[in-house]
């Protein structure tokens, strides 16, 4: 299994470029989410799935889309890309509600 | 929505002395409580986790607990080592979402 996969793992924008990051699992699980890791503020999270078709947003969604169209990939769109929007990006994943997350590798992106 | 305050934000220890990061939640809708480590420059990996029917749970070194009533839960690590330097974020999961911490940086002096 490649548990959790990230891609790109670095990308620098320009503001207002669009860009989708993508996130793909091959461990059948239900559950998945979008992170975005800053200096000092932890893991706040964006948006979440919990199986196809189902998504709902976390506590810092603005300027964020998502979709889950199949229970493998949970990509996520960044309309307009802002400099607020610099972070490192963490998509997760888990079998159960109540089930420890199986997190990517990470995507760092850098907009200017 | 849920909120999880985590303390202290920075900890430093002497090696082979006990290490304890303390967490408080908002919503009593709560019921599965994971701490995770991430080493600089690695993801978080999870490293125990409870539910909201245990009080205490060990893993060798490590073990957590859990004051429903309080809304307060714990991570304490005894006889720390150097690998145990890292952040540690402690999480909480209401429904079908997990909201974390802000992190403790834990040092591990020699």
């Known amino acids: 299994n490649a548990g959790v996969t990230q891609t790109p793992k670095f990308q620098v924008l320009k503001t207002g470029q669009s860009m989708t990051l993508q996130c793909a699992q091959d461990?059948?699980?239900?559950?998945m989410s979008w992170y975005r890791q800053d200096p000092g503020m932890g893991l706040r999270l964006i948006h979440y799935?919990?199986?196809?078709?189902?998504?709902d947003q976390g506590e810092v969604p603005n300027g964020y889309n998502v979709s889950r169209s199949t229970t493998e990939d949970f990509p996520l769109r960044l309309l307009s890309a802002a400099p607020s929007q610099t972070s490192v990006y963490f998509c997760?994943?888990?079998?159960?509600?109540?089930?420890?997350?199986?997190f990517g590798s990470g995507t760092r992106l850098t907009v200017v | 929505g849920e909120n999880v305050e985590q303390h202290p934000s920075t900890l430093s220890v002497q090696e082979g002395d006990s290490a304890v990061i303390k967490c408080t939640y908002s919503?009593?809708?709560?019921?599965?409580f994971p701490w995770y480590k991430q080493e600089l420059g690695k993801r978080p990996q999870l490293i125990i986790d409870?539910?909201?029917?245990?009080g205490e749970k060990k893993d060798q070194r490590i073990a957590v607990t859990l004051n429903k009533t309080a809304k307060h839960f714990s991570l304490h690590i005894t006889e720390t080592q150097p690998e145990d330097s890292a952040v540690y974020f402690c999480?909480?999961?209401?429904?079908?979402?997990?909201?974390f911490g802000k992190g403790t940086r834990l040092h591990i002096l020699p």
């Open positions: 997760a994943s888990s079998y159960l509600q109540a089930g420890g997350y199986t």
């Open positions: 461990m059948n699980h239900e559950y």
């Open positions: 799935s919990v199986g196809a078709g189902i998504t």
């Open positions: 919503d009593s809708a709560s019921n599965y």
């Open positions: 409870i539910r909201s029917n245990v």
């Open positions: 999480a909480a999961s209401p429904y079908d979402k997990i909201i």
